[in-house]
């Protein structure tokens, strides 16, 4: 019976776990046009219609989220052929410019586009190296990825601690270079081992020379 209940599991956990990520997601790109398409479809007379299990208020919900993300799709494909073929850039740098001037909106503006353009960007590298740190306290290990390589305060580096499953958020702590066992492992696979909550488990092995930060 163990066996049995740890096969379904293997088979469940992954399909819940996509289904979480990708309900977060739906939900984070809907949610802030959902009341208007929910009084469009509500004016349309869909609030008195119920479909199998679904009752009208699913039904208006469901629909809703379907038209926002095709609404969604189009005017970003729309946004991005406009903007590569043509003037538009001239139109985005205009209003990147005035963004960058309004007091604190610039703040939370620079910040945000310098974030989405390191992670986005190919040509530039998110994270320089895997390592283990004393974190949360002296007597436990984190797996951490290393900010950069060309910056330190009063000799220390700076390295992102991702939270289990969600590595979008975690923590950023600076650690002194002698706190820092430097891994001989690829950032993609120290993500796979985040989000798997350490199921999928790749070689962990110290790289050599031990030495890591504070170098390009």
Known sequence: MKRHFITG????????????IVSFIIDL?????????????????????????????????????????????????????????????YILKLGDTILHRIPVISTVYKTSQELIQTILTTTNKSFKQVVFVPYPHSEAWSIGLVTRDD?????????????????????????EKDQIIPLDMKVDEALRYIISCGVLVAPIRRTTPPPVAGKS
């Open 151 to 175: 910056f330190e305060v009063e000799g220390r580096v700076a390295v992102f601690i991702p939270t289990t499953p969600n590595p979008t958020s975690g923590f950023l702590v600076l650690f």
């Open 29 to 89: 790109f809907t949610h802030p046009f959902l009341g208007f398409a929910q009084k469009t479809f509500a004016a349309l007379g869909w609030d008195k219609v119920s479909f199998l299990f679904l009752s009208p208020e699913d039904v208006v919900n469901l629909a809703s989220k379907v038209l926002i993300l095709i609404f969604l799709f189009v005017v970003i494909m729309g946004i991005g052929w406009v903007g590569r073929y043509f003037l538009f850039k």
């Open 9 to 20: 599991l293997v088979v469940l956990l992954p399909l819940a776990l996509t289904f979480w």
